[in-house]
């Protein structure tokens, strides 16, 4: 069950007792129609466990987040992938998401991110801009604010991606609230709960979080 999750698509990855988690829940995110963005365990005195995720379609609900942590708890009790004690939370992606699959990078094209690398790229490791494309080898970043002498934008290889986020704007805002909510309304109309004309005003602002 520790072992590395082959079904697992993302090009961003966790590493030790992180990766172990990861291993162990994302097939059982999966089996209830979801797929993990991040785990990471952080903490000195008290130690909490984050489970970020989020449905294919890229929405999380509170509601989704406590199916998740329900999911998951019996799963990572028998495993005991932690030593110690620790506190579970469960939370969507929030609109300042972290990127960690090809496709992500691709459905926010237009938007500021801050990308970090594992190596040298064009003499540095760490770079902030706008994602102008990307395809299945990799990133072009035109950077927001490039320094004398350097070439305005950047291509980054997915393999030399370590970490890599968006950038809270307005204009991302708007767009994660309208892709949210064109999102949840497609789900309702595919559960009958809908119109083909009636309006849902229900996208949330903020990234949705149950704790355990």
């Known amino acids: 069950m520790t072992a590395r999750d082959e079904g697992d698509d993302r090009i961003i990855r966790e590493s030790g007792v992180d990766a172990r988690i990861a291993a162990i829940i994302a097939p059982v995110l999966r089996g209830i129609g979801f797929r993990l963005v991040r785990v990471r365990l952080f903490g000195q005195n008290g130690l909490t466990l984050q489970i970020m995720a989020e449905r294919n379609d890229g929405t999380m609900t509170v509601e989704d987040c406590e199916e998740v942590s329900r999911a998951v708890s019996p799963v990572l009790d028998v495993e005991d992938p932690v030593e110690k004690a620790y506190h579970l939370e469960v939370s969507s992606p ?3 998401r972290p990127l960690v ?4 990078f691709a459905v926010w094209q237009g ?5 970090e690398t594992s190596i040298m790229v064009a003499d540095r490791k760490r770079f902030r801009g706008k994602i102008t494309s990307a395809d299945e080898n990799g990133v072009e970043l035109t950077r927001d604010q490039p320094a004398y002498g ?5 291509s980054l290889p997915y393999e030399a991606i370590s ?4 950038i809270l704007t307005d204009d991302l805002i708007r767009d994660a609230l309208s892709k949210d909510n064109k999102a949840r ?4 109309k595919r559960r009958g709960e809908l119109d083909d004309d ?3 005003d229900d996208a949330e602002a903020g ?3 149950a704790d355990e």
Do not use: Q, Y
């Open 150 to 154: 350097e070439e305005p934008t950047v």
């Open 185 to 188: 309304k497609e789900a309702r």
């Open 207 to 209: 990234p949705a979080e």
């Open 163 to 166: 970490e890599a986020r968006l």
């Open 101 to 104: 699959r090809k496709s992500d």
């Open 94 to 96: 929030g609109i300042d």
């Open 111 to 115: 938007h500021l991110a801050k990308i």
């Open 198 to 200: 009636a309006s849902d």
